[in-house]
């Protein structure tokens, strides 16, 4: 595994350096990507699928292209509470990446247009926590839109 320093740097960035990464490795599918394909699973779906892997799989190595991901997106810096807040986790069968934090962020704020969305991303700096196994472990990533751009704050 290469190592390299995810704090602080942009979300697609890492995820080009994850995607280089996995090239090396033929049989690794990595819960990063680039693609926008997927699909949203609500928390009833999150916790169906949460018993199967864990029964199924024991936690660990459930890498592939169904990789579930759990979503929270908690309360905005400066106090903006999502209006979808008891449907979370939200679940997605996709991959990591910019567009799915966005994405995140119009389903917990009930987002409807692109305009509404821009101006609510650059007024609120919302965070979006994303739950995943990766290397055979349970992780979590948090990232902030700031500077018109997802930056990883932990990983």
Same mark, same amino acid.
């Given at each position: 595994? +290469?190592?390299?320093? %995810? ?13 280089? =990464? @996995? /090239? ?20 009833? /779906?999150?916790?169906?699928?949460? +018993? ?5 799989? $024991?936690?660990?190595?459930?890498? @592939? ?12 810096? @400066? ?8 449907? !979370?986790? $939200? ?9 799915? %934090? =966005?994405?995140?962020?119009?389903? %917990?704020? =009930? ?15 919302? &965070? ?15 990232? !902030?839109?700031?500077?018109? %751009?997802? &930056?990883?704050?932990?990983?």
């Amino acid at each position: 595994m +290469i190592l390299y320093m %995810a704090k602080n740097r942009r979300l697609n960035d890492f995820i080009r350096d994850k995607m280089n =990464e @996995s /090239q090396y490795n033929p049989y690794r599918e990595s819960v990063f990507g680039l693609e926008t394909g997927g699909h949203y699973l609500n928390r009833w /779906q999150v916790g169906h699928r949460m +018993i199967g892997l864990y029964t199924m799989f $024991y936690g660990a190595g459930t890498e @592939s292209p169904g990789t579930l991901i759990k979503i929270f997106v908690p309360d905005t810096p @400066s106090g903006t509470v999502p209006l979808t807040a008891d449907e !979370q986790p $939200y679940g997605w069968e996709g991959k990591i990446n910019e567009h799915l %934090a =966005e994405l995140s962020v119009w389903w %917990a704020f =009930e987002l409807m247009s692109e305009n509404e969305a821009s101006v609510f991303l650059e007024n609120e700096n919302p &965070y979006v926590i994303f739950e995943f196994v990766d290397d055979a472990r349970l992780r979590t990533m948090t990232v !902030q839109y700031k500077e018109s %751009a997802w &930056y990883i704050l932990d990983y």
